[in-house]
């Protein structure tokens, strides 16, 4: 049996079904205020750079148990068919479902997160997207690209109406394959941008001139324009680099399409209220293999 609902409409099908005396999920990272994160400056380095970053968020016992997870989850779904996308040479993308995360309820009721959510998307931003990119020893430079195209909202209306976190679960290094990111580019349009997503090779230098490559220490979480061009570098070590992925739209964005976030009803009877109304979701009786819809087959191959 299944259920499709946004958390609006599923909060008022349910009514009374949830009651104080129900469990739920402890947040204790939930101690800061949010008034201490400034708006101006959240909002000057989204729409500048493209990219914000709160060092040491995370205490790094947490990030552990997310590694953990990661591993596990990548163990299960690379038995399954289409179960890790590739993204390049020894490179995968993995979409999960928020309960195998241990983390997942501190992760989105962060007073970081939820503060740069709000400042950028509005206080009615939706979750959707969970999962997790891992660039193995090999990996190569990918092409400089991203995430899916331009909306007119940013194109015509020069608004960004999405955000993707990132949080690594290991200290990087410069031979790890760091995330490189052209601060700015989010802006950039072209009729030239492959598939909307992969600019020609002529602007290449660039985005070479811009180019910042992120080496992030376990704890710390940045938050990025998908649009802004970046890619993941060559991984010249002997360990992988996984890293979770946080998808959030404004209520006019369109990327909840690409994903699936499925919640199991005991799951969703153990969900705080704050986090159930910026959800995207299907409620299951079991949860059911995602059959991942964001493939982006332009990143199959190494950066030639």
């Not at 700015?184 to 180019?211: H, I, V």
């Amino acid at each position: 049996m299944r259920m499709s609902h946004n958390g609006q409409d599923l909060q008022a099908s349910m009514g009374m079904a949830r009651t104080s005396s129900e469990s739920t999920i402890r947040t204790p990272s939930q101690a800061a205020p949010q008034s201490r994160y400034d708006t101006a400056s959240i909002m000057g380095g989204i729409y500048g750079d493209g990219i914000i970053a709160l060092k040491g968020a995370f205490e790094r016992g947490w990030v552990q148990r997310v590694g953990e997870d990661i591993e596990t989850l990548f163990q299960e779904a690379i038995k399954r068919p289409s179960g890790a996308l590739g993204r390049g040479p020894n490179r995968y993308y993995v979409e999960i479902h928020p309960e195998r995360l241990r983390g997942f309820v501190d992760l989105v009721t962060h007073p970081w997160v939820v503060a740069v959510c709000e400042a950028v998307l509005g206080p009615d931003y939706k979750i959707v997207e969970l999962g997790f990119d891992i660039p193995f020893p090999g990996a190569q430079n990918q092409p400089w690209h991203r995430d899916f195209p331009s909306p007119v909202e940013t194109v015509k209306g020069r608004r960004l109406n999405s955000l993707a976190f990132n949080l690594t679960t290991v200290d990087v290094t410069e031979d790890m394959g760091p995330f490189e990111i052209a601060p700015g580019t989010q802006w950039d349009d072209s009729p030239e941008f492959e598939n909307g997503m992969f600019p020609p090779k002529s602007f290449s230098p660039r985005y070479l001139e811009r180019a910042q490559r992120r080496m992030p220490k376990m704890g710390d979480i940045s938050a990025r324009s998908a649009l802004t061009i970046h890619r993941g570098t060559a991984n010249h070590s002997d360990k992988s680099r996984p890293t979770l992925v946080l998808g959030v739209d404004a209520p006019d964005a369109r990327n909840a399409e690409r994903h699936d976030l499925q919640i199991s009803r005991r799951y969703f009877e153990m969900l705080p209220e704050q986090v159930l109304q910026h959800l995207i979701y299907r409620v299951v009786d079991d949860l059911e293999e995602i059959e991942q819809a964001h493939t982006i087959e332009g990143l199959k191959m190494a950066d030639s």
